[in-house]
């Protein structure tokens, strides 16, 4: 099985993007799932982290308000809608399934780039 992670591209500052993030080869088990990013040089950031039935969802600071993370449990897929996006959100996007509630040590798919440009 691999996550496989979608949507990215190139927007202007101010546009939209909506990322997906599906497995490939099987389904998802009843777990949160996050998406984090990293830029060049940068640390790896968290971004967004959804509950299996979707009630409940957290935010990294850099995009409380712009981004929101949804998932469709029947179609298998978790999503990252991405609004007024500016140049620092420029990244690799990477969707997470965590190991024991841990992210760092779950299970990490392919990564999607995203560049903003200003």
């Known amino acids: 099985v691999q996550l496989q992670a979608s949507g990215g591209g190139l927007v202007q500052a101010g546009g939209s993007l909506r990322l997906s993030c599906a497995p490939s080869?099987?389904?998802?088990?009843?777990?949160?799932m996050g998406w984090f990013r990293q830029a060049p040089g940068k640390e790896r950031e968290f971004v967004a982290a959804?509950?299996?039935?979707?009630?409940?969802?957290n935010y990294g600071d850099s995009v409380k308000g712009r981004f929101a993370i949804y998932r469709d449990n029947a179609k298998n897929t978790v999503y990252l809608q991405m609004n007024s996006l500016n140049p620092e959100d420029t990244a690799v996007y990477y969707c997470?399934?965590?190991?024991?509630?841990?992210?760092?040590?779950?299970?990490w798919g392919q990564g999607t780039q995203v560049t903003v440009s200003s």
């Open positions: 997470v399934i965590p190991y024991q509630g841990d992210y760092e040590s779950g299970f």
């Open positions: 959804i509950s299996w039935s979707g009630s409940r969802s």
């Open positions: 080869g099987g389904t998802f088990s009843r777990t949160f």
